[in-house]
């Protein structure tokens, strides 16, 4: 027994030794990297999941690499530093310390419920810019460093709507369903703004191709949660849905609409590889532009907008691939005609003239709540012959319930 | 003894309690430590990384500097505390494994304080009531299963692990519902019902320190510990003696609830600052580890708590600065803790080689 033990504090103490050269031979070699770079930049990124989840926080590694594809072209080198399946809690506040800690410059925090605790650790490191993704305090917070980002994505959505709303029609004109049967299932995770912006810029868009279309909408009051998803697409194939979209975060429902022989469009990922008969399309944001913008600026220095939003015309939203095996006929060309008329502001997502609310056209609308009461109180939205979504801040504030959608919860 | 009668290669053979020596008891943990950070070098062979470096990496992202002890301390607090909650159960080999349901009740508690009271109290009332609701909810959240054990005799193990299920389905109706305040989250609590800090970590570090000389004192020289230990001994001793078991058993539970209880309030006023359904955060699991690595014992507890808190941060760094996946931490704390407690089986029996001869003979 003496003999083991001797040996393996003999073995400790080697192993401390180790430890205590490599540390002072390796420092070195992480000072040499920045010299010969020109520029590099520290930049941290906080995610709520990782990439496995195929859908939101992957679509933010997408944006990560895209972002330092591009920035390597104009010579900047950017180290990020990733931290992967962070709560929505005390673990953020730890994760955008030790970030900035470590020396990131800038750090983008991926999910909505990350800002409270973001907020804790910015005012103690006023160099250093702090980007809470989809949300939206720093317009009253006060704080000259922190920052929000979010992208027009009811734009892709009316496209992805319109592909939808084509496929139905053809549908139709081939006789294979009634009028009447044109139906679009939608799962949503929670009713909030953002969830009712995306399902009604998406009714819009598939009532701009099939004008006898209906839309309704299952909560699943989860963001992620593949089985209550699932369980939601099924329900709504049973009620007699043609076509399956949703607002959540995996991919089940659109294999669940695949075995029910029901179309599908997806969001945040293309979702072709997982239910090749059923998927037409998607839409997602992609988020390589504002990284882009917001590390080039500040590398030089320059101020980052406090609230960031861009859309299709940037090519913050786009489209996936149109799955050409079973979109209906001519959908690429009216498809593309449809973009270019977004573009140039021809074709209004939100325009009044094409929804009512209660039978009535909608002549007002306010766009913030600034009380919490959940009833929104100030800037009026509707001018022009539109609602103007995300224009007063770039977090979505659509909340009204139109005709022609029937929430089922 | 006949030499044709084959020993096994391997026996082996309970020790006697006074046969090992305890520095050699400590030595066999510290072996099984370093034995578990050799397996944790293949680990990280195995991604493509230098052992050495990561482990330092480890250390010093835990240790380093300020700001990461004070979160490796902040890590530490909660498991402290509630591996003390749970310890006086499980010297009376109850089972308590709802410790994560009465931490999330403690929270809950507190938060229905701080809503209802902030701005009619001055802080320190405020966070004195918040305290004593935590403590009280927690500990009516550990006293049902210990009722009906000792009531019904109902299995404590199923009874106080569905009570988790229970209270975090409250709190997340509760989220999502009457206390919303912006999709599907309570709103942060004002300065005036937030933990002050001192020595840059929330004060809740005070709390559990005094918590660990309350059980100690509690459990090594109260009347009630040492019921506990004769109930955990022998139920029927217990009995025998005239010991009101049922009695005792809810006393109990209602003491480690409600210390679960305040861990709560210490996670929701200290850390959070507000209340989410992830708010214990696995916690209440955790410290059962530490509870069995430290044999109950207060003291140790704290050390073992510091180094589960060093690990994890540690394994947080390594996935930042090296690119190490999570995963791959995770492995290194699994092997450290399934060594640490797989070394106290080599204090308790010792093994015996058969010699070359043929004869069964102690090794060394």
């Not at chain 2, 530490?290 to 140790?300: E, I, K, R, T």
């Amino acid at each position: 027994m003496k003999k083991l033990l001797a040996l393996i504090l003999c073995l400790a103490l080697a192993a401390a030794l180790f430890a205590g050269c490599s540390q002072n031979t390796d420092k070195p070699d992480d000072t040499k990297a920045p010299d010969d770079a020109g520029k590099t930049i520290k930049v941290g990124l906080i995610c709520i999941g990782d990439e496995n989840d195929l859908g939101y926080t992957y679509n933010f590694i997408r944006g990560k690499d895209g972002a330092t594809k591009a920035l390597e072209k104009k010579g900047i080198n950017v180290e990020w530093m990733v931290k992967w399946n962070i709560p929505e809690g005390d673990a953020c506040e730890d994760a955008n310390l030790e970030l900035a800690e470590a020396g990131c410059q800038i750090i983008f925090n991926n999910s909505f419920g990350f800002e409270p605790y973001m907020l804790k650790v910015a005012p103690k490191y006023p160099n250093v810019q702090f980007v809470a993704c989809t949300n939206k305090a720093s317009a009253t917070d006060e704080l000259s460093n922190t920052h929000n980002a979010f992208a027009k994505i009811y734009e892709g959505r009316f496209l992805a709507g319109f592909v939808a709303g084509m496929k139905l029609q053809q549908l139709i004109d081939e006789g294979t369903i009634k009028q009447e049967e044109a139906v679009i299932g939608y799962v949503g995770a929670f009713p909030y703004e953002e969830i009712k912006s995306g399902y009604t810029a998406y009714f819009l868009g598939a009532r701009y191709a099939c004008p006898s279309v209906t839309m309704k909408v299952q909560f699943v009051n989860d963001w992620s949660n593949a089985t209550l998803e699932s369980n939601a697409a099924s329900a709504l194939c049973d009620m007699g849905c043609k076509l399956i979209s949703q607002h959540a975060d995996n991919s089940t429902p659109a294999t669940m609409a695949q075995s029910k022989g029901a179309y599908f469009t997806s969001y945040n990922n293309d979702m072709i590889s997982v239910a090749p008969e059923a998927c037409l399309v998607g839409t997602r944001i992609d988020w390589t532009v504002y990284f882009c913008e917001a590390i080039e600026a500040v590398l030089e220095g320059k101020e980052i907008p406090q609230d960031w939003c861009k859309g299709l015309a940037d090519g913050a939203v786009v489209l996936t691939e149109l799955n050409k095996d079973i979109i209906a006929p001519g959908t690429e060309e009216k498809l593309a005609s449809l973009e270019e008329s977004l573009k140039k502001g021809e074709v209004k997502v939100f325009d009044t003239s094409s929804f009512t609310v209660k039978g009535e056209t909608l002549t007002q609308a306010f766009a913030l709540d600034t009380d919490g009461d959940f009833v929104p109180d100030k800037e009026e939205a509707v001018f022009d012959g539109e609602f103007h979504e995300s224009y007063f801040q770039s977090a979505p504030y659509f909340g009204i319930d139109i005709d022609g959608i029937e929430l089922l919860n | 003894m006949d030499e044709k009668i084959k020993s096994p290669l391997i026996r082996l053979e309970k020790r006697s309690k006074s046969a090992l020596h305890p520095a050699a008891a400590w030595g066999i943990r510290l072996g099984s430590i370093l034995f578990a950070l050799l397996l944790g070098c293949v680990a990280i062979l195995l991604s493509g990384n230098n052992p050495i470096k990561a482990y330092a990496t480890m250390i010093n992202g835990a240790v380093g500097n300020k700001v990461y002890l004070q979160q490796t301390v902040k890590k530490a607090v909660p498991l402290l505390g509630c591996a003390l909650a749970i310890a006086p159960c499980f010297k009376m080999r109850f089972w308590n494994i709802g410790a994560e349901g009465q931490i999330t009740a403690g929270a809950l508690a507190a938060t229905f304080v701080a809503r209802l009271l902030t701005g009619k109290l001055p802080s320190l009332p405020l966070l004195l009531l918040m305290a004593l609701a935590a403590m009280l909810l927690g500990g009516v959240w550990g006293l049902i299963p210990g009722f009906f054990k000792a009531r019904w005799n109902t299995n404590e193990t199923l009874f106080t692990l569905m009570m988790n299920y229970i209270i975090i389905g409250v709190v997340a109706w509760l989220q999502a519902g009457p206390w919303e305040a912006q999709q599907g989250r309570i709103a942060q609590f004002d300065v005036s019902a937030q933990l002050p800090k001192v020595a840059v970590v929330h004060c809740g570090w005070i709390i559990v320190l005094a918590l660990v000389l309350f059980i100690h004192v509690y459990m090594r020289y109260t009347k009630h510990g040492y019921e506990i230990s004769v109930i955990g001994d022998s139920m029927r001793t217990a009995q025998y003696a005239g010991m009101n078991v049922g009695r005792i058993m809810m006393r109990t539970m209602f003491l480690s609830g409600a210390v679960s209880g305040l861990v709560g309030f210490i996670v929701c006023a200290g850390a959070n600052h507000t209340l989410a359904k992830e708010i214990a955060g696995g916690v209440g699991f955790t410290s059962i580890t530490v509870a069995w690595l430290s044999q109950l014992n207060a003291f140790a507890m704290v050390a073992i708590s510091m180094m589960l808190g060093i690990l994890t941060k540690g394994a947080d760094t390594l996935q930042t600065m090296m690119n190490i996946p999570v995963a791959i931490s995770d492995i290194i704390t699994g092997l450290l803790l399934f060594c640490m407690l797989g070394s106290e089986f080599f204090i308790n029996y010792h093994l015996i080689l058969r010699r070359r001869g043929g004869k069964g003979g102690r090794a060394k």
